[in-house]
T-cell receptor, first 112, second 112 residues
Framework: SQTIHQWPATLVQPVGSPLSLECTVE??????LYWYRQAAGRGLQLLFY??????ISSEVPQNLSASRPQDRQFILSSKKLLLSDSGFYLC???????????FGQGTRLTVV | ELKVEQNPLFLSMQEGKNYTIYCNYS?????LYWYRQDPGKSLESLFV?????AVKQEGRLMASLDTKARLSTLHITAAVHDLSATYFC????????????FGQGTTLQVKP
């Protein structure tokens, strides 16, 4: 069966510090991968998606970047965090031709 | 631009009552998904609706899709406290990438 791992679960970072969140998927190959952000009490906003290694599409202009160095690994990064980067970050995957998305457990990021 | 709107955004109801959550979307799509989110947790897939007229049921929840009206409903029958959560609908924004566009979420509170 397929599983998705996301870490860390919680993170408190000072403004201006770097960020690296990691997500890995097991039990499938060549998945579509996604990073979503959920601000407190709000819906999900798609940040990045990837259909293959090294292929990243950004949905919104922002202070964040994403990379996919391996088939089942997706990384969300920032060089300098802003207060507005606080939120609940969710990694998700889907099969290439079946778009039901399966979510990781999420990372709650607080920028102070 | 694809937009997804849910109604209502907050719903407080007594146990044993019935209610319906509505999800409207703005452009043509034949794939719609319902997710559940418990407070502080990730998203759990509830239903996948893949064609016009699709109806799926799981326990006290039933989801339907009308692609012509661009409307999906999530019907709750004889609500119980365990159904308290936030429910999201999501529409496939692109058949090639599997990008999901989410509604704002409906927070359901079932009172004993």
């Amino acid at each position: 069966s397929q599983t998705i791992h996301q870490w860390p679960a919680t993170l408190v970072q000072p403004v201006g510090s770097p960020l690296s969140l990691e997500c890995t998927v097991e039990g499938t190959s060549n998945p579509n991968l996604y990073w979503y952000r959920q601000a407190a009490g709000r819906g999900l906003q798609l940040l990045f998606y990837s259909v293959g290694i090294g292929q990243i599409s950004s949905e919104v202009p922002q202070n964040l970047s994403a990379s996919r160095p391996q088939d089942r690994q997706f990384i969300l990064s920032s060089k300098k965090l802003l207060l507005s980067d606080s939120g609940f970050y969710l990694c998700a995957w889907s099969r290439q031709k079946n778009t039901e998305a399966f979510f990781g457990q999420g990372t709650r990021l607080t920028v102070v | 631009e694809l937009k997804v709107e849910q109604n209502p955004l907050f719903l407080s109801m007594q146990e044993g009552k019935n209610y319906t959550i509505y999800c409207n979307y703005s452009t043509t799509s034949d794939r719609l998904y319902w997710y559940r989110q418990d407070p502080g947790k990730s998203l759990e897939s509830l239903f996948v609706l893949l064609s016009n007229g699709a109806v799926k049921q799981e326990g006290r929840l039933m989801a339907s899709l009308d692609t012509k009206a661009r409307l999906s409903t999530l019907h709750i029958t004889a609500a119980v406290h365990d159904l308290s959560a936030t429910y999201f609908c999501a529409v496939d924004g692109s058949s090639n990438t599997g990008k999901l566009i989410f509604g704002q979420g409906t927070t359901l509170q079932v009172k004993p």
